[in-house]
């Protein structure tokens, strides 16, 4: 029993705590998640504020090179001294309105780097690109762009070219000096800044990098130094016209997966917490009921204890008082009268008392499941007989009668201990609440294995609706019954015990009373054999 | 009484005479020559024209012109160790010889770029020189990126009247960012636009030699290979010599050759050849040194009688002293004999060698080309002609720099193999990088 008990308990403790604990970590892995995520935010604002600054740069140049390209002569020395002036600029070219190239003049005389230029250009100025770059695609009376970026792709990668269409249709286009361009980015990002404590739950050092159309590092910075092939927590691509290039966010995975674990961890602490109590509960509850169940233990076996040193003084008591009876039969039977209803009443009480006795074993032993049937040889008759001339001078001072009719003469295998029992409990019953009908019937009859005795009596008689509890243990109908004692266990033990029997005991309807019929299996010793 | 005022005629008549030229503001001094001023008649052939500038001495003693530099050290882990404890000492002990007039700033690159002092005038020496201290090795080599900063702070302050320089000091290869020799020959072109010069400074023997000196003549700047880091605060200590006595800047050499005469090329320096005219830029002249532009061209044959004009030079420069702008011009013509006695005779010692210096300059690179493709005999064989030739224009033309560099050249085809090479070919570089410039140190 205790084992069912120990199991529920740790059910009670259990199960609340693992459908917590399912529930608890979805809740924190939703809010890591969100953490997470929230972080990514932040870092894509940081890489947002970057393609700003650049986008910046850009409008700012594009000013500039419209102020420059603002050309009042097309003249090839000024031409070439805004290239020896500007840092920027790698080359000025003009085209006419054909698109045929103007400056430099291909046919005319060109410097070494002029020359360099126009090699690298010349599918651009053949296709007639910016010519055609300039018109916006998809209409037809579009009116062409006025001046935009056109990129392309020589020696080390992305070259840019600014173009402006002026009022005459001409072309002028400024390429701008590639390494020059990556110097302008790298001045205006940012440096590696001295590294700050971690503001607002953030990792605590990142590297942002800006990288070209080739996956190649152009410029980086930042204090973490991701690892060769870490993925960035986040990227984007740069605005026009360097949108081939991109930007990236790397921070430390592993703090990054850390991050938000503090959900986590108190959820953790929820729950043992929660497991602790339970815990305690579970062991208080478990306590409690451990020393009731100890104390009801005592009890029984106190119980069981008293009985049985009772046992023994009371087998005196009836030994003697037997011896008694042998005496008085020397005496003359007048003389002796008195001294013998003074025996008569010893006897009666004593075997009251062993009766009562024989039910708390009896009961006891059934508890603990160690009840047991010891068979002899008998005739079921010979036994109801025994047994109401022992109840006799008791239910004669009731005034009950009783009747037997037998009719169960076999020798059969019987545990007469156990008839006795049954027979002594339920005339005992009748005797305590049933005398006022004066009067009991016994009838046995046999068939091959089964012996059935029934009981009736004129008593007041058992309600149909009590007919099952009257059998169950310490149930007593009502203490209004006179002669209110008794332990409750009697029909209990006597159904135990017909049962043991191979039979039953039932109460059945009657008229006049109670009536109570016993079935026992008592097959015969040639059939059975020894048992 | 007439005796007297004789006298006192005479110191006022040379007092007169002298004084302008106390009193009249120095100049830089152009100087064309031609390495024979008189050639052969009736015959076609090239000879050399020199435009040399010398820088003059700043009219009151003590006086320099302030200095806007942006130190830019290479603290990646290659330099861990004896390098960046010297390259740090260095960079103190070279702070400490400027003053409040100057700006300073510093920038660290390993991986990425830190401003470590971010231009500033230099109030307070000691908090900088305390920043450099605090220096540690470890990463790998923005150089790109480390030059932009630097370059960056510099344009905070950068006036016309200050000499603008990055000063670099790296020992090793750049891997991250731009990082080819064109890529950084291209920023120094740019950044010599803006009056910004970058000195390089390549210590050890791994770092890439034709990025740093691509840099470093694009943008006319200082070009130097320290074998050992014991001698950096020595090099330092030139590069500020040459910082601190820079009497002109922005200098614009415009030569107008004749119509008849082509010019060929200009050896050892950038220069824009358009047609008959030619266009160099040098960023700056040190006081009482000379630089010059080596042109070469072809003359046509010319009778004997006629003289030729060969080419009218325009320079023209920002002053550091008046702090003005000053042109001066000069032309150059040569005539033509039968004799070459008289040819012989009349040749210019000087800017002859000078010529003979910058075609051994350029072999010397071509040697350089060969040992790079692995053909070793063939740069050595080139490199003993030079030797040859060197040594022959040293005796001709009695210049000893022709005999050292004649020496310097048979010592390098010696070195051609194996582990001297990385130390030969930074060693070469360095010189032919100084020869082409003038280069102070």
């Known amino acids: ?40 935010e932040i870092a894509r604002e940081r890489l947002e504020d970057v393609e700003e600054k650049v986008a910046a740069y850009f409008r700012r140049r594009e000013n500039e090179l419209l102020r420059l390209t603002e050309l009042e002569s097309h003249d090839p020395d000024d031409l070439r001294r805004i290239v020896r002036q500007r840092p920027d600029v790698g080359h000025v070219f003009v085209l006419d309105r054909e698109g045929r190239l103007v400056h430099p003049d291909p046919a005319g005389m060109l410097s070494d780097s002029e020359r360099e230029f126009l090699l690298h250009a010349k599918q651009m100025f053949d296709d007639k690109e910016l010519a055609r770059a300039a018109v916006v695609s998809g209409d037809d009376d579009a009116v062409p762009a006025r001046y935009g970026w056109h990129v392309r792709y020589w020696g080390p990668g992305l070259n840019l070219i600014f173009y402006r269409r002026l009022e005459s249709r001409e072309v002028v286009g400024v390429h701008l000096q590639r390494a020059r361009l990556i110097h302008d980015l790298i001045a205006e990002l940012p440096a590696t800044a001295p590294p700050v404590p971690s503001q607002d739950g953030f990792v605590s050092e990142a590297r942002i990098c800006l990288v070209n159309s080739r996956g190649k590092t152009e410029y980086q910075w930042g204090s973490f130094e991701p690892e060769e092939q870490a993925k960035p927590l986040v990227e984007m691509p740069l605005c026009e016209p360097l949108d081939s290039w991109r930007l990236k966010y790397f921070v430390d995975d592993q703090e990054f997966a850390a991050v938000g674990r503090s959900a986590y961890w108190n959820l953790l602490s929820a729950l043992a917490a929660l497991g602790l109590g339970l815990v305690v509960v579970a062991v208080y509850f478990y306590r409690e009921y451990a020393r009731e169940v100890r104390e009801a233990t005592q009890r029984v076996n106190f119980v069981n204890q008293v009985s049985h040193e009772l046992k023994t003084p009371l087998t005196n008591i009836r030994m003697y008082a037997e011896l008694l009876e042998s005496d008085l039969e020397l005496i003359e039977p007048d003389d002796a009268a008195r001294s013998r209803g003074h025996l008569d009443v010893i006897v009666a009480e004593s075997q009251r008392l062993s009766r009562l ?51 169960a003469d076999a020798v059969v295998r ?15 019953n009748v005797e305590k609440y049933a005398a006022a009908g004066g009067h009991l019937e016994i009838t046995s009859r046999q068939n091959d294995a089964q012996t059935t005795i029934v009981l009736t009596d004129r008593g007041p008689g058992i309600p149909t609706n009590f007919r099952e509890r009257v059998f169950q243990p310490f149930y007593r109908i009502s203490d209004r019954i006179e002669g209110a004692m008794g332990t409750g266990i009697g029909l209990p033990i006597a159904r135990q015990l017909a049962r043991l029997h191979g039979g039953d005991l039932v109460l059945t309807s009657s008229d006049t009373g109670a009536r109570f019929q016993i079935q026992l299996n008592t097959a015969t010793p040639e059939s059975e054999g020894d048992r | 009484m007439c005796r007297s005022a004789k006298f006192w005629c005479a110191v006022l008549v040379v007092a007169v005479t002298a004084a302008p030229s106390w009193l009249r503001a120095a100049q830089v001094k152009l100087d064309v020559s031609m390495a024979q001023p008189t050639l052969l008649a009736e015959k076609k052939q090239t000879t050399f024209v020199k435009v040399g500038l010398t820088g003059f001495k700043m009219s009151s003693k003590g006086k320099r012109t302030p200095v806007n530099v942006a130190l830019v050290l290479d603290k990646s882990g290659s330099m861990s160790g004896t390098k960046i404890a010297k390259a740090k000492e260095a960079a103190v002990w070279a702070v400490r010889r400027l003053n409040r007039e100057d700006i300073v700033s510093v920038v660290v690159y390993d991986s990425t770029v830190r401003v470590l002092v971010p231009a500033t005038r230099l109030n307070d020496k000691d908090a900088v020189c305390r920043k450099i201290s605090d220096i540690t090795a470890g990463g790998s080599t923005a150089l790109f990126a480390g030059v932009s900063k ?20 790296s020992d090793g290869l750049a891997n991250v960012g731009p990082q080819t020799p064109s890529a950084l020959g291209e920023l120094g072109a740019s950044l010599i636009k803006e009056g910004i010069s970058v000195s390089t400074m390549g210590l050890g023997l791994d770092y890439n030699e034709d990025l740093m000196a691509q840099l470093a003549r694009r943008s006319d700047g200082n070009h130097i290979f320290i074998e050992k880091a014991e001698d950096l605060a020595k090099i330092f200590n030139f590069e500020f010599d040459d910082v601190l006595s820079v009497v002109a800047q922005e200098v614009s050499i415009t030569i107008n050759v004749a119509r008849d005469v082509r010019p060929v090329r200009v050896l050892g320096m950038d220069a824009e050849i358009t047609g008959q005219r030619v266009i160099v830029k040098l960023n700056q002249l040190c006081s009482e040194q000379e630089k010059y532009v080596m042109l070469e061209v072809e003359v046509p044959a010319t009778r004997e009688s006629q003289t030729r004009e060969i080419a009218k030079v325009d320079v023209s420069y920002a002053n550091m002293d008046t702090k003005t702008t000053d042109r001066i011009s000069s032309s150059i013509s040569v005539n033509f004999t039968k004799s070459e006695e008289v040819v012989r005779a009349r040749t210019d010692l000087k800017v002859m060698a000078e010529s003979v210096l910058q075609v051994a300059n350029l072999q010397n690179k071509l040697a350089t080309a060969l040992r790079d493709k692995g053909d070793i005999e063939g740069a050595r064989r080139l490199l003993e002609r030079n030797y040859v030739y060197l040594k022959d224009g040293a005796a001709k033309y009695r210049s000893e720099m022709l005999r050292v560099r004649a020496l310097d050249n048979q010592n390098q085809a010696d070195r051609l193999d194996g582990r001297d090479w990385a130390a030969t070919r930074k060693e070469m570089r360095r010189y032919q990088h100084l020869d082409a410039r003038q280069q102070s140190y």
């Open chain 1, 1 to 40: 029993m205790a084992i069912r008990q120990i199991i529920l308990l740790v059910l009670i403790v259990c199960l609340p705590l693992a459908t917590l604990a399912w529930l608890g970590w979805r809740l924190a892995r939703d809010e890591q998640g969100m953490v997470q995520q929230r972080l990514r």
């Open chain 1, 357 to 407: 006795i024989g039910n708390v074993l009896t009961f006891a032993r059934q508890r603990r499941g160690q009840l047991s049937l010891h068979k002899t040889t008998r005739r079921v008759d010979d036994v109801i007989t025994a047994v109401i001339e022992r109840f006799r001078p008791a239910l004669r001072q009731k005034g009950i009668e009783v009747a037997f009719d037998a009719a």
């Open chain 1, 414 to 428: 019987l545990d007469v201990d156990a008839l006795e029992q049954i027979l002594g409990n339920l005339i005992s």
């Open chain 2, 150 to 169: 630097g370059a960056a702070e510099l344009r905070k302050f950068i006036d016309r009247n200050r000499v603008n320089r990055v000063i670099l000091l």
